[in-house]
């Protein structure tokens, strides 16, 4: 006979009367509703024999009492289970864990049972240029206020996504004052460990920093310069592709999806080549793909690379000429995190086809290749203080260099001032898993002409 759902819970509620006995400890916890349901059937039968018994082992009017009893008990914990069905949907305490290369608070609703999942992120700063005797351009800034949003329909299906509030308005008409964006909003479909599919505005998955961007992740108030011009972090695209674990060891992620824009190349690198989702044209098409090992043998320890090409062209004429304007970028990465240590590395090259035509399309020398690397390591010292203590404090230190016009087109010339150096040192201080305050200075050097240096003190956090 078929049990309905009203009748499972309510001879759950018997079952979990007869564990009241039972110390709080030996209790555990179901952690879905689907085990809940599992725990109330496998416990079914007993229940039955148990009514059973109590009727014909005690007198009726005995019996009655018993029942009117357990009805006032079974009310009062009928109660308690929904405040287990609500606690099951949202945790009291959220475990905050990245999936699939996701930032961790942008990995929640991959843990949640069903239903809507709710998280984001934000970062604040003050910026005082050092050495900049041209003009004032000290700055206070909240720089960018997220709210991730997910959905899982089922254990297969779940769309995640995330919107994004930069500059604290979007009232004055320019993006370097304020915009809102999506910086990714897809369905995953999970099939099997090995492939899966994705498909939407996607996070390109190149770099440390593109797909793991919230401002606990990364050192410094600002992102590394390599990874914002030379990898134009944060990089979406409208796409399709698969993603999973060739071993447990093994994750791969590749996707097909619209062509670069040549369009908006300069002599800074491909950035303002990005269709974002933003109607973006999608006569060329480009195709990344993303490989990360971590050895068991070496916990922490995380060895990958990426690279993406692709005609940047997309049916348009530059200088008179129709141009493919074939574009290439790779890069190689290493990170270990070893008890309070941090290291990464990455280096990245890039080559864009056709960058004379180009160069002059758009009346800027657009370099036929550029490159950068930067290196960075920070070590949490509080626990050489406190031992058992869960807050953070890490004094860190990174190199860059990077050249965007690192080979100039036949016909121009080099810019020396796109070659650049930079020392950066400071602190990361978190006083909670979840928020962090940063302060930091960054030293510039550049082949050709001043830069001026800046002092950075800001926080982030996410929930």
Request: no cysteine; hydrophobic share 35%; proline share 5%.
């Amino acid at each position: 006979m078929k049990i309905s759902d009203k009748q499972l819970l309510k001879s759950g509620v018997l079952t979990a009367l007869v564990a009241l006995s039972a110390p709080a400890s030996a209790l555990e916890k179901p952690q879905t509703m689907e085990d809940m349901w599992k725990i109330i059937q496998a416990q079914q039968k007993q229940i039955d024999e148990m009514k059973s018994g109590m009727q014909t082992a005690v007198p009726a009017k005995t019996a009655g009492t018993d029942v009117k009893n357990l009805e006032r008990k079974t009310d009062v914990l009928s109660q308690e289970v929904e405040k287990l069905r609500t606690n099951l949907s949202i945790p009291e305490e959220a475990k905050y864990k990245s999936a699939y290369g996701l930032g961790p608070a942008a990995s929640k609703v991959y843990s949640a049972g069903k239903g809507l999942s709710i998280g984001g992120y934000g970062e604040g700063n003050y910026s005082a240029k050092v050495g900049d005797k041209g003009s004032s351009n000290d700055s206070a800034d909240m720089e960018r206020m997220v709210l991730y949003a997910g959905y899982k329909f089922t254990d297969r299906i779940l769309f995640n996504s995330e919107l994004e509030f930069e500059h604290a308005t979007t009232g004055e008409g320019s993006e370097s004052k304020g915009e809102v964006s999506v910086e990714f909003a897809s369905l995953d479909f999970f099939i099997d460990p090995k492939a899966n599919a994705r498909a939407g505005l996607v996070l390109m998955p190149m770099g440390l920093v593109n797909r793991i961007h919230e401002p606990l992740f990364y050192f410094g108030n600002h992102r590394p310069e390599v990874e914002q011009r030379i990898i134009p972090s944060t990089w979406r695209e409208m796409g399709v592709g698969l993603f999973g674990a060739i071993t447990p060891e093994l994750t791969y992620t590749a996707y097909v999806v619209n062509g670069l824009d040549a369009t908006g190349f300069t002599s800074d690198g491909i950035r303002e080549g990005r269709g974002g989702g933003s109607n973006a044209r999608a006569e060329n098409f480009g195709y990344v793909a993303r490989m990360d090992y971590d050895p068991a043998a070496l916990p922490g320890v995380t060895v990958g690379g990426s690279a993406y090409v692709g005609n940047s062209g997309q049916n348009q004429t530059f200088a008179g000429q129709k141009a493919n304007v074939f574009t290439q970028l790779y890069e190689a990465h290493v990170q270990w995190k070893y008890r309070g240590l941090e290291f990464r590395t990455l280096g990245s090259w890039g080559h864009i086809g056709d960058a004379a035509l180009v160069s002059a399309n758009n009346n800027t020398v657009v370099g036929s290749q550029n490159y950068g690397f930067y290196t960075e390591l920070g070590y949490d010292v509080l626990p050489l203080l406190w031992q058992d203590t869960t807050q953070y404090l890490a004094p860190f230190f990174r190199y860059e260099k990077l050249n965007t016009v690192a080979k100039a087109p036949d016909g121009f010339a080099n810019d020396p001032t796109k070659d650049w150096q930079i020392y950066q040192v400071g602190l990361q201080y978190k006083p909670i898993p979840n928020v962090v305050i940063k302060a930091d200075y960054r030293n510039y050097v550049a082949k050709q002409g001043p830069l001026p240096d800046d002092f950075n003190l800001g926080f982030g956090f996410i929930f």
